[in-house]
C-alpha cells in the first residue's frame, strides 16, 4: 500500500525551447507561480539562435541545459536523463496552466495511491488550434482498461504528451523515449505509455492551454512544410492502425452519455453509456460494474 504526501511530491517540468525569447519568460513565470511548489523546472536550450537562454538564466532556480539543435524529441530525452523528480511534465514553451494545474494533479495521483503506484494522471486541455477538441473532466477516474484509457483520453487523435503527469521510476523502467526526428512524435510515446500503465486517473480542475502561435509547423500554410506534415502524419496514422490491431482495439470509442450521482455535492456514482452498447458504472472513480446493452 502506498501513502504520498501531496505537498512533498516532486514534479520535474521539462520545457524544451528553440528560439523561444517571445515565449520564454512567460512560461517560467506561469511555473513558478503554481500552488504547488515542489517543482523542478529544467529548460533544455535546444540550440536557439535567439536569446532564450539568456531569459531563461535570469532565473536563478531554473536549470538551464543547452545543447546543439536535435530537436523536440531529442531535447525532452535530454529533460528525462536529467530529471529528478517523482513525477514528469512536458511542458511547451509558449503555451499556459492554470495557477492550480499542478495541485489538482497531484490531488488525483494522491486519491488513488492506495490501490497502487499512479503510472499517468491526465487533466483537462484547451486547443486553441482545434477548440473542437477541447476536454475537460468533472470527477475522477481510475482507469486500467487500454481501451477506457484512451477513450476518455482521447489520445487516438490527440496524443499529446504534455497532457499528463507520468511517473519516472515508469518512464525509466519502461524504456520509454521519444523518437528522434520523427514528427507528431507524441502518439507512439503516448499509446505506447498508456499501454503499459498499470494505472491512469483524471485531474478535474488541471487545465493546460494548448496555444495558437504564428509559424507552427501545425499552423503554417507554407506548401514545403504542409508537405512535409501530411507526410509524417500519413506515417503517424499507419502506425496508429497497428497499435490498434496489435492490442486488439477496434475503432476508438468515445463515451456517449455520462450520468453522476451526487451525495452532498460529492460525486459518488458515475453512469456511462458508450456507443458500441457497453454501460459502465463506477463507484468514487472506480469502475465496478459493465454491461452490454442488447438491441
Not at 3 to 11: E, V
Not at 93 to 121: C, F, K, Q, W
Not at 145 to 168: C, E, H, M, P, Q
Not at 283 to 291: A, D, F, K, S
Request: proline share 4%; glycine share 8%.
Amino acid at each position: 500500500m502506498v501513502h504520498l504526501n501531496p505537498d512533498y511530491m516532486k514534479i520535474s517540468v521539462i520545457i524544451p525551447a528553440y528560439n523561444g525569447e517571445r515565449y520564454i519568460a512567460q512560461c517560467l513565470e506561469n511555473v513558478l507561480c503554481q500552488t504547488h511548489k515542489d517543482i523542478e523546472v529544467i529548460v533544455i536550450d535546444d540550440g536557439s539562435t535567439d536569446r532564450t537562454a539568456a531569459i531563461a538564466a535570469r532565473y536563478p532556480s531554473v536549470r538551464l541545459i543547452s545543447q546543439p539543435n536535435g530537436g523536440l524529441s531529442v531535447a525532452r530525452n535530454t529533460g528525462i536523463a536529467a530529471a529528478t523528480g517523482e513525477y514528469i511534465h512536458f511542458l511547451d514553451v509558449d503555451d499556459l496552466l492554470n495557477r492550480e494545474y499542478y495541485e489538482r494533479m497531484v490531488a488525483a495521483i494522491g486519491s488513488h495511491t492506495d490501490a497502487g503506484p499512479v503510472d499517468m494522471v491526465f487533466g483537462g486541455f484547451v486547443n486553441g488550434i482545434h477548440p473542437e477538441l477541447s476536454l475537460r473532466f468533472t470527477d475522477r477516474l481510475l482507469l486500467t482498461l487500454l481501451d477506457d484509457k484512451i477513450a476518455f483520453t482521447n489520445a487516438g487523435v490527440s496524443g499529446y504528451a504534455w497532457r499528463y503527469l507520468i511517473r519516472r521510476a515508469f518512464i525509466t523502467q519502461r524504456g520509454l523515449r521519444f523518437e528522434p526526428g520523427l514528427m507528431f512524435e507524441d502518439i507512439p510515446f503516448t499509446l505506447d505509455a498508456l499501454a503499459l500503465s498499470a494505472a491512469v486517473v483524471t485531474a478535474p480542475g488541471a487545465t493546460y492551454h494548448y496555444m495558437k502561435r504564428a509559424g507552427s509547423i501545425l499552423n503554417t500554410r507554407d506548401r514545403e512544410r504542409v508537405r512535409r506534415r501530411n507526410a509524417a502524419y500519413g506515417h503517424i496514422k499507419a502506425w496508429r492502425r497497428e497499435f490498434f490491431a496489435r492490442h486488439g482495439l477496434g475503432p476508438v470509442v468515445k463515451p456517449r452519455t455520462k450520468t453522476v450521482y451526487k451525495l452532498f455535492g460529492i460525486p459518488v456514482w458515475t453512469r456511462i453509456e458508450r456507443n458500441d452498447g457497453k454501460t459502465r458504472w463506477y463507484l468514487l472513480g472506480v469502475r465496478i460494474l459493465q454491461r452490454r446493452v442488447k438491441v
